[in-house]
């Protein structure tokens, strides 16, 4: 019976995070469009801050936290409704094409990515409510599994069937698979009972996520800190300005729809699978290292297509390939990593806060993308991720020598050590 109920929880989790994939699928492919119509890379670069939302949303987190319905499910009482939410938004953007009302469909984009974040604060909560020990390697493939699975759908499938289905049609297809997850949360989610020490913290969550925050600011946090937020830094520089790169090489975005996206997120599936295995079979810290250094070799792979100047179709599908593998590889990993830092009394919150750590790092890299493609161009800025994603590796050796205490230092241990 235990089994069924974990390999439930795990469905409805990939499927969850399915829901999310889709709409952020759909916003991957923008940048080709954008620069198709001949958007400057600094501007397209600017575009990421579209998701802020995935930020800040360490703000509304201890609401989630706080509030809900137990006779409905603390955490279905948010699902249902913001995932609603997301496929109005997404109705609403059918009728919003870009060649027309650019700056409406922004707007747009930017609800779409604030109702997914404030989905990602339950679901990442549920996670915490429901899995627990050797199963976080498990959960953490399902939550990027299913995240990348909606993607491909979302951002692949669905743009490279465009000319057939329509710019309407193709959202209306995103909009129709939301309200399908939906329908599979109503009828199978059951949310586990409450455990005593969650109702006595919930009121105090705000002084919770204090201490959390202040507990990161210790020095023997930092180094923790520092990991999370530069793992990412070198990979999305490169992943921001790796479409327009391919689209002034003559490429199109039905193209790269199909190479990067769809073939590429198939074998970031793979990878997540791979480093929800190593992290279940490894010690989290360790399996951060192998993933790690298979990522940075292949950061090496999209560097080399700058070299070749225009890269045959074939160069493209390889390297692509391979760098979507090894990013899907330490992305589970890290999220392992990360959820066994989480006190499960506050899970949705703590989770957040580390969560909202790593969305930071992405920023950096994203927002400087185009700036630094135009001064440096496509081969200097390539090689400068490439060189970043190396360098994080060395923080493997003062993080190995310092125990992280982000839990530790303001909460009981938790669960999962």
Same mark, same amino acid.
């Given at each position: 019976m235990a089994q069924v109920s974990r390999f439930r929880s795990l469905v409805l989790l990939f499927f969850l995070y399915f829901a999310q994939g889709l709409p952020f699928g759909f916003q991957t492919e923008l940048s080709s469009f954008l620069r198709q119509a001949g958007m400057s890379l600094t501007k397209i670069g *600017?575009?990421? %801050?579209l998701a802020l939302p995935w930020f800040f949303k360490w703000l509304w987190a201890p609401l989630v936290d706080r509030f809900g319905w137990?006779?409905?499910?603390?955490r279905k009482s948010w699902?249902?409704?913001?995932q609603v939410l997301l496929a109005l938004v997404c109705v609403a953007a059918a009728f919003v094409p870009p060649t027309q009302h650019l700056s409406a469909l922004m707007a747009l984009v930017l609800l779409m990515n604030l109702f997914a974040a404030t989905q990602d604060i339950a679901v990442d909560g549920l996670a915490v409510d429901l899995l627990a020990g050797k199963d976080l390697g498990p959960a953490n493939t399902v939550q990027v599994v299913g995240y990348k699975f909606g993607m491909i759908m979302g951002g692949g499938v669905l743009v490279s069937a465009s000319e057939q289905l329509g710019w309407q049609g193709m959202l209306f297809a995103i909009?129709?698979?939301?309200?399908?997850?939906?329908?599979?949360v *109503?009828?199978? %989610?059951?949310?586990?009972?409450?455990?005593?020490?969650?109702?006595q913290t919930r009121g105090s969550l705000y002084a919770l996520l204090s201490s959390i925050l202040r507990s990161l600011l210790q020095l023997s946090s930092l180094w923790l800190v520092l990991f999370i937020l530069s793992y990412k830094i070198g990979e999305t520089m490169v992943d921001a300005m790796l479409k327009p790169f391919l689209i002034d090489a003559g490429y199109?975005?039905?193209q790269l729809a199909k190479w990067v996206t769809t073939y590429g997120m198939v074998a970031s599936l793979l990878g997540s699978a791979l480093g929800g295995a190593v992290a279940y079979r490894l010690p989290i810290l360790s399996a951060v290292a192998l993933t790690g250094i298979v990522?940075?070799?292949?950061?090496?792979?999209?560097?080399?297509?700058?070299?070749?100047g225009k890269p045959s179709p074939s160069a493209v599908i390889l390297a692509t390939t391979f760098e979507h593998f090894g990013g899907g590889a330490l992305t589970t990993a890290m999220f392992a990593f990360m959820m066994s830092r989480v006190d499960r009394r506050v899970g949705a919150t703590h989770y957040t806060v580390l969560a909202c750590i790593e969305i930071l790092g992405k920023f950096p890299g994203r927002l400087l993308s185009g700036l630094l493609a135009t001064s440096l161009g496509y081969r200097g800025m390539f090689g400068l991720g490439t060189a970043l994603s190396f360098a994080f590796l060395l923080l493997l050796i003062p993080l190995s020598k310092s125990s992280p205490k982000v839990a530790r230092e303001a909460l009981p241990p938790p669960e999962s050590d």
């Amino acid at each position: 019976m235990a089994q069924v109920s974990r390999f439930r929880s795990l469905v409805l989790l990939f499927f969850l995070y399915f829901a999310q994939g889709l709409p952020f699928g759909f916003q991957t492919e923008l940048s080709s469009f954008l620069r198709q119509a001949g958007m400057s890379l600094t501007k397209i670069g *600017l575009a990421s %801050l579209l998701a802020l939302p995935w930020f800040f949303k360490w703000l509304w987190a201890p609401l989630v936290d706080r509030f809900g319905w137990p006779q409905f499910g603390r955490r279905k009482s948010w699902i249902v409704p913001v995932q609603v939410l997301l496929a109005l938004v997404c109705v609403a953007a059918a009728f919003v094409p870009p060649t027309q009302h650019l700056s409406a469909l922004m707007a747009l984009v930017l609800l779409m990515n604030l109702f997914a974040a404030t989905q990602d604060i339950a679901v990442d909560g549920l996670a915490v409510d429901l899995l627990a020990g050797k199963d976080l390697g498990p959960a953490n493939t399902v939550q990027v599994v299913g995240y990348k699975f909606g993607m491909i759908m979302g951002g692949g499938v669905l743009v490279s069937a465009s000319e057939q289905l329509g710019w309407q049609g193709m959202l209306f297809a995103i909009a129709g698979l939301i309200l399908a997850v939906l329908m599979g949360v *109503l009828l199978f %989610l059951r949310e586990p009972p409450e455990r005593p020490e969650t109702e006595q913290t919930r009121g105090s969550l705000y002084a919770l996520l204090s201490s959390i925050l202040r507990s990161l600011l210790q020095l023997s946090s930092l180094w923790l800190v520092l990991f999370i937020l530069s793992y990412k830094i070198g990979e999305t520089m490169v992943d921001a300005m790796l479409k327009p790169f391919l689209i002034d090489a003559g490429y199109s975005p039905a193209q790269l729809a199909k190479w990067v996206t769809t073939y590429g997120m198939v074998a970031s599936l793979l990878g997540s699978a791979l480093g929800g295995a190593v992290a279940y079979r490894l010690p989290i810290l360790s399996a951060v290292a192998l993933t790690g250094i298979v990522r940075a070799l292949s950061m090496a792979g999209e560097y080399y297509l700058t070299v070749l100047g225009k890269p045959s179709p074939s160069a493209v599908i390889l390297a692509t390939t391979f760098e979507h593998f090894g990013g899907g590889a330490l992305t589970t990993a890290m999220f392992a990593f990360m959820m066994s830092r989480v006190d499960r009394r506050v899970g949705a919150t703590h989770y957040t806060v580390l969560a909202c750590i790593e969305i930071l790092g992405k920023f950096p890299g994203r927002l400087l993308s185009g700036l630094l493609a135009t001064s440096l161009g496509y081969r200097g800025m390539f090689g400068l991720g490439t060189a970043l994603s190396f360098a994080f590796l060395l923080l493997l050796i003062p993080l190995s020598k310092s125990s992280p205490k982000v839990a530790r230092e303001a909460l009981p241990p938790p669960e999962s050590d």
